[in-house]
């Protein structure tokens, strides 16, 4: 049996028209997945890596690090950070409030005492952070990417001048 693609109702219609009528379909349908998709609670769970700390002195320590997410599943992410060499150990946690692109919460490095206020944006693969504290500022970008992401630090009136890791979660 063969059956003709411009039988019946496209009858005369030619492929161009319904092509594009499927294809706008197609996109209608992804744009309201993706209206549904939840990339906060897709961070949620361990991840794990590699990264390096630099010192104000100059000197660089590499690191191992374990991070956990968790999310509510609506806008609020916890995250905390684990990372240690030999001689260096980063133990931070920031409690997040993600509306629309807008993030807004709180930070702690608890083996250090440094506390600070976190204020910025979120674009879906991207977080761009500003975290504010007593006595030294720091911006935060943590960037997306399938099961992979990377998180680098740049604090100003600490010991510590840049922190790069690089994680995975599959």
């Keep these: 049996m063969r059956v003709s ?25 992804m744009g309201s997945w993706a209206a549904f998709a ?25 690191v191992k690090c374990q991070v956990f997410y968790k999310s ?10 684990r990372c240690a ?21 709180s930070w702690e490095e608890k083996t250090y005492a440094a506390k600070g206020d976190v204020t910025g944006r979120y674009s879906g693969e991207n977080f761009a952070l500003m975290i504010k504290g007593a006595s030294f500022t720091a911006t935060m970008n943590v960037t997306l990417s399938a099961c ?5 630090i740049t604090p100003k009136g600490l010991d510590i001048t840049k922190v790069t890791i690089a994680l995975a979660k599959c």
């Design 85 to 105: 060499s030999a001689d260096y150990t980063i133990n931070s946690t920031a409690d997040l409030q993600v509306k629309g692109g807008q993030v807004t919460g």
């Design 5 to 29: 693609l411009n039988a019946g109702i496209f009858r005369g219609v030619g492929m161009k028209p319904f092509a594009g009528l499927a294809t706008a379909a197609l996109f209608g349908v």
């Design 72 to 81: 509510d599943g609506n806008s609020q992410l916890k995250q905390t950070l």
């Design 38 to 62: 939840d990339p906060i609670g897709d961070l949620a769970g361990f991840w794990s890596g590699n990264g390096a700390v630099t010192l104000a002195s100059g000197n660089t320590e590499r």
């Design 148 to 152: 992979k992401q990377s998180i680098n």
